[in-house]
């Protein structure tokens, strides 16, 4: 089964505005508050993760899907990534190695924070797409 087009315009629409919200919060917002305010910068923060978990979810709807029910590793892994990522720069915080002091410390768990989110949303994306393409065969 493919998609319908007003179905398929409106992912394309989604990917756009994630697209979009995803660069404007962070190269626009991030700028402003970091390193100086990180607590200011947290509700931008998510916001700018959300946006980006979309933009991925709405690339794992369009993407074709297969015949069986995709696994969720993909998700699970990019939940697990996201997690581990965080807890490791907490723990570099913790060590006395700062944003503010190193931010270059932080910089492979910043990676793993936006893969993992990447590989959440698309598992997600892929899943949902399969659970609506054997609902539309039921009925």
């Known amino acids: 089964m493919t998609l319908r087009s007003g179905s398929k315009r409106r992912l394309v629409g989604l990917c756009v505005v994630a697209l979009s919200a995803t660069l404007l919060v962070h190269a626009l917002l991030f700028s402003r508050y970091l390193p100086d305010s990180f607590t200011r910068a947290l509700p931008f923060l998510a916001l700018g993760w959300g946006s980006y978990l979309l933009l991925f979810y709405s690339l794992g709807r369009l993407r074709p899907s297969s015949d069986g029910m995709p696994n969720m590793r993909t998700t699970d892994l990019g939940l ?60």
Request: glycine share 14%; charged share 10%.
């Open 80 to 139: 697990a990534l996201f997690l581990f990522a965080i807890v490791v720069s907490g723990l570099l915080d913790t060590a006395g190695l700062t944003f503010e002091g190193a931010p270059s410390a932080h910089l492979l768990p910043a990676v793993g924070v936006y893969l993992g989110l990447a590989l959440a949303g698309w598992g997600f994306g892929t899943r949902t797409r399969t659970v609506n393409r054997i609902a539309a065969e039921i009925e």
